[in-house]
């Protein structure tokens, strides 16, 4: 079959422990070659462990203890190999190179999970699963990469495309033998059955918008007139220091400190590093609303002085934001309340202190409400990915299309056409038609090492 992968499945940094993973059915003699304990490795049973030396021509490089996992009873689906040694990159990368040396592969990025998939262990939307459970910031986007990766998406998809199987069974017969006598019936319940199948699969695109504002976070501007505590605020968020999101460093944000974690929320602060630089709070702010930031922004965050009368500028602002997703804060509840908050008559408000933080503390409820993320974490909703969402659109449009050329009343052929082309887009969501390209492209998103 296949060559034996070998990789490094831990970040390569310094660390109590590295875990080198190895792959194929050649995985069990490389390790007799190179490990020294009381049972040669290709004597041991899948699922135990054993504790010895890595030895390079009679130089012992590592104590480490080494795992074995027989095949099918693997992740992979083959006899595989971990090698947990100590966490230096430096000796992580000897232990690679001397099971290269022995004859492993090393593997391309998300070669074990491309491997697990093809023994038929995981779905595609599965291993996009997996992928999710690494890249997971919060408890919402870990228990939606659960359910994906425990096949839930799957499930969901193929029980769709069951139905659309069923349906596609009737028309064949309907217009393979016209002459026969199949009941009228099941051409007439032929609109409603296209209906629902359109109603599932919106609602699986529905959770797309919320699984990105999960996994991207939300644009957020904060507005207000100059003194009402915008920059107090800002200081207040970005002051929970382990809220700041940091995992981005170095990748694709130049400027990091300007999200900053709120719940299971990120919010991306527009111009932060503007307004550290200037000590001039938001300068999008203030008389100047009418910027591209405030457009661009998916929530605003409106912050209003409660020991002040509203001024005009106020009602400006109140005017500009009207019609975006906002959240009223009255700030400085710690002092003695002058505004009226008859006024707002928004349903998001909020009576903060951006001094002592008093009040923000319900900035995540309120966000998820607005977002229509509320409910418990428990009820395991799937955000789905774009690749996801773009097959699921397929097949929707497809599915649309037929409704209508039923609709039309002409012939049933076109509707047979489009319901096995929308039936082809969620088989290749699932992997079970996928083309290689697509399958290769999705493994290439992994790490080396997964
Ligand atoms: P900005 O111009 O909107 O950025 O406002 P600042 O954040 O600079 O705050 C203006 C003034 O209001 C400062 O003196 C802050 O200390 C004060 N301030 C901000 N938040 C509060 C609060 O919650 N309570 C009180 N009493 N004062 C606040």
Redesign the pocket.
Same mark, same amino acid.
């Given at each position: 079959m296949s060559s034996t992968i070998a990789a490094i499945s831990t970040p390569v940094y310094q660390g109590g422990l590295s875990v080198i993973r190895m792959s194929g059915s050649d995985s069990l003699r490389i390790a007799d070659n190179i490990f020294v304990g009381k049972t040669a490795p290709s004597a041991m049973a899948g699922y135990t462990c054993q504790y010895g030396k890595i030895v390079r021509e009679g130089r012992t490089l590592d104590d480490v203890i080494l795992t074995v996992f027989r095949a099918p009873h693997s992740y992979t689906g083959e006899d595989t190999v971990e090698i947990s040694c100590h966490g230096g990159v430096y000796l992580a990368r000897e232990i690679l190179k001397l099971l290269i040396e022995n004859g492993a592969e090393p593997a391309p990025a998300g070669e074990f999970t491309k491997r697990a998939f093809l023994a038929g262990k995981l779905s595609l939307t599965q291993a996009e699963g997996v992928l999710d459970i690494i890249s997971a910031n919060g408890e919402r986007e870990l228990v939606s990469a659960r359910a994906m990766r425990d096949g839930n998406l799957s499930k969901n998809i193929h029980s769709v495309a069951e139905d659309m199987v069923k349906i596609s069974g009737n028309l064949a017969a309907w217009s393979d033998y016209p002459d026969e006598d199949i009941p009228d019936a099941d051409t007439t319940h032929l609109g409603n059955d296209l209906s629902e199948i359109i109603n599932r699969l919106e609602h699986i695109l529905n959770s797309y918008d919320k699984g990105k504002i999960l996994r991207q976070g939300i644009d957020t501007a904060i507005v207000?007139?100059? #003194? +009402?505590? !915008? @920059?107090?605020?800002?200081?207040?968020l970005l002051g929970y220091k382990r809220s700041i999101v940091t995992e981005n460093a170095g990748t694709t944000r130049d400027v990091i400190e300007e999200s900053v974690r709120v719940g299971d929320f990120v919010l991306k602060l527009s111009d932060t590093a503007g307004i550290r630089d200037t000590n %001039?709070?938001?300068e999008c702010?203030g008389v100047d609303l009418a910027t591209e930031k405030l457009e661009n922004a998916e929530l605003v965050l409106a +912050?209003f %002085?409660s @020991?002040e009368e509203l001024t005009e500028t106020d009602r400006e602002i109140l005017e500009k934001i009207r019609n975006k997703p906002h959240i009223i804060l009255l #700030? !400085? @509840? %710690?002092?003695p309340e002058k505004v009226d908050p008859e006024y707002f008559f928004d349903k998001y408000i909020l009576s903060? *202190?951006?001094? *002592?933080g *008093?009040g923000l503390e319900k900035l995540p409820e309120m966000i998820a409400e607005i977002f229509k993320l509320g409910g418990s974490t428990d009820s395991a909703e799937i955000y789905i990915n774009e690749r996801q969402r773009s097959q699921v659109q397929k097949a929707l449009d497809f599915v649309r299309l037929a409704l209508s050329e039923y609709h039309s009343g002409i012939t049933l052929d076109a509707v047979t056409v489009y319901m096995d082309e929308a039936l082809n887009a969620l088989l290749e969501l699932t992997g079970e038609r996928a083309t290689e390209a697509v399958v290769n492209n999705l493994f290439e998103r992994f790490c080396v090492g997964k």
């Open positions: 207000g007139r100059p #003194n +009402v505590g !915008k @920059s107090t605020l800002m200081n207040q %001039d709070p938001i702010i +912050v %002085d @020991s #700030n !400085k @509840s %710690d002092l903060v *202190s951006a001094n *002592s *008093s």
